[in-house]
């Protein structure tokens, strides 16, 4: 059996990449003046621009028959049929299923989890509305007004970014919080905006025994109890869990009638579409909470229906993987032109570098080539005054992935036009560059005399030839953020396909809590410690001798 490199497709890739890599983008869009008409698509309100791509239609051609050639249709259709795709942990790896709007059946080990599903969403429902009407009372009969969630990784990330996103759409007199560093001043500075008369508490914990989780918790839980004569059979009444540990619930303190249940083919990073969508749903309302489901279902069936060629999360993972193993890219910045949207790119560091941030195959085998990207990035325009130079004049190469809603409900239509030309003209500048010629014209307009041109001149040069994708939404409403986020999950599935690793287990973060666990019971002994190496006894021992001064 070929491996990857080894395979004819990959060779074909490698050859190509050689006869164009010196290619600019200003070449090919002056060959081909229809680029855009060939290399945009139009998803219901999206549209996804990929033509300031480093490619041709050789190279694009050549990237599908990649596809085709690790059967990505198969596995596809693996994941959406609930095959044991994750294979380390034993698992089907199902979060499609849990936005699935149609009347199908899921199958798993003979029973159709749809019901189970669609029991957890009735739920869900019927308490945002009690919440949302006043039928749901705090113990002294108030309303509840302050949410709290309180999780870590994706039982947080994906909440918040989807509240701080769809804040047009928020509840009125209903405010959100996130807690999820177990640093103590994340859930103090919290607490000090509360009235636990007034609060609901969300504990978002599959096991119930997350480190960070149930640390916040049980702070939040003390400080609860602390005020005004609270008992613990108060704790019912501000506390829910999202959860599958009955019995750990029970011994908090929570009523199991209020747990909400989610399964363990749903991963963390994948799970806003769960029961942990309950602090979502509670801030925009159910209503929208189930458009937002709507959005990725369609979403879900573009990836899986659309040939390869029309396919936008395949050709963003082609795309990905161009750049990644072939242009040498170490990096991927994601600027979203929309301030609601700046948690965006938190969010799809979880996704995509804990999914696909592997070193070995499925079969346990290192692998001989790059499997994902540093993903970074901060909303423009204020990114345009930070690291934008670095991606113009800079030695590397940073594909960008600019995202915009042409229309919001914030700000006037000026703002949303000047912001908008930004977008556009970045783009396009990171594309066309300026060249010297360009730029020794510019200057001696502006009377600026030669001797003094030749010494500035290399400093105002712009390569270009930076490659960018454009997603544009006409409005950035639930439905449009679901087709989002499930547009990104699906290019990471396609990505981890083609290299083969499986990008739903994350066994990377398991070492530093193990050898934390050991550490903290060494912070409170009177001894000295020596068991580790000089730096780690160095540190500890620091802290030892300075914690009571």
Avoid at 130 to 147: L, N, R
Avoid at 185 to 208: G, H, M, R, V
Avoid at 282 to 297: K, P, R, S, T, V
Avoid at 461 to 485: A, C, D, H, R
Wanted: aromatic share 10%; with cysteine.
């Amino acid at each position: 059996m070929f491996t990857l490199t080894e395979s004819d497709e990959w060779g074909a890739l490698q050859e190509h990449y050689d006869s164009i890599s010196n290619v600019h983008l200003k070449t090919l869009f002056e060959k081909d003046k229809e680029r855009f008409d060939k290399f945009h698509i139009k998803f219901n309100d999206i549209l996804f621009d990929f033509s300031k791509n480093r490619l041709d239609n050789i190279a694009f051609k050549l990237l599908v028959r990649l596809a085709e050639h690790r059967k990505l249709k198969e596995k596809i259709k693996a994941m959406f049929t609930g095959e044991k795709i994750n294979t380390t942990e034993n698992r089907a790896v199902l979060h499609t299923a849990l936005r699935n709007r149609s009347i199908d059946e899921v199958i798993i080990e003979g029973r159709d989890i749809m019901t189970d599903i669609k029991a957890v969403l009735k739920k869900m429902k019927k308490f945002v509305g009690d919440v949302h009407t006043g039928k749901w009372k705090g113990c002294t009969g108030m309303p509840i007004s302050h949410i709290v969630n309180i999780g870590i990784g994706g039982s947080h990330l994906g909440p918040a970014m989807i509240c701080e996103a769809l804040k047009p759409y928020a509840k009125p007199g209903i405010s959100v919080h996130f807690v999820s560093n177990i640093d103590g001043c994340d859930i103090a500075e919290t607490l000090k905006q509360l009235n636990p008369e007034t609060t609901l508490f969300l504990i978002a914990s599959k096991t119930f025994t997350t480190q960070e989780t149930m640390t916040n918790a049980n702070t939040a839980k003390k400080w609860f109890l602390s005020t005004d004569g609270k008992k613990e059979s108060d704790i019912a009444l501000h506390f829910i869990a999202l959860s599958t540990n009955t019995e750990a619930v029970k011994q908090f303190g929570i009523n199991p009638k209020n747990m909400f249940e989610f399964w363990d083919w749903v991963g963390g990073r994948y799970s806003l579409w769960s029961a942990i969508g309950l602090s979502i749903a509670l801030y925009i309302g159910f209503d929208n909470f189930e458009m937002l489901l709507q959005g990725a279902y369609e979403m879900d069936m573009h990836f899986r229906n659309a040939p390869y060629e029309e396919n936008i999360p395949v050709i963003m993972a082609l795309l990905g993987i161009w750049y990644v193993n072939f242009f040498n890219a170490k990096t991927h910045a994601v600027i979203p032109y929309y301030q609601n949207l700046r948690m965006f790119p938190e969010f799809l560091q979880q996704l995509d570098m804990e999914s696909n941030g592997k070193r070995v195959d499925k079969f346990g085998e290192l692998v001989e080539y790059s499997t994902g990207p540093v993903v970074w990035g901060v909303p423009g325009t204020n990114a345009q005054h930070s690291f934008f130079q670095l991606i113009h004049q800079g030695t590397q190469i940073i594909p960008v992935d600019f995202i915009a809603p042409l229309f919001t409900d914030c700000g006037n239509e000026e703002q949303r036009r000047i912001l908008l030309s930004n977008l556009f003209a970045q783009s396009e500048a990171l594309m066309k560059g300026k060249t010297e010629v360009e730029v020794k014209a510019e200057l001696t307009m502006s009377g600026i005399k030669e001797r003094d041109i030749n010494k500035i001149i290399g400093h105002k040069i712009f390569p270009g030839n930076i490659p960018s994708n454009t997603i544009l939404l006409k409005k950035l409403n639930p439905e449009t953020l679901g087709s989002l986020i499930a547009m990104y999950e699906h290019k990471v599935f396609v990505q981890g396909a083609i290299w083969d690793i499986n990008s739903f287990d994350q066994w990377g973060v398991e070492l530093g809590k193990q050898l934390a666990k050991k550490i903290l019971p060494e912070l409170d002994s009177d001894n000295e410690i020596t068991i580790h190496d000089s730096s780690t006894n160095g540190l500890i021992n620091y802290y030892k001798e300075n914690k009571n001064k």
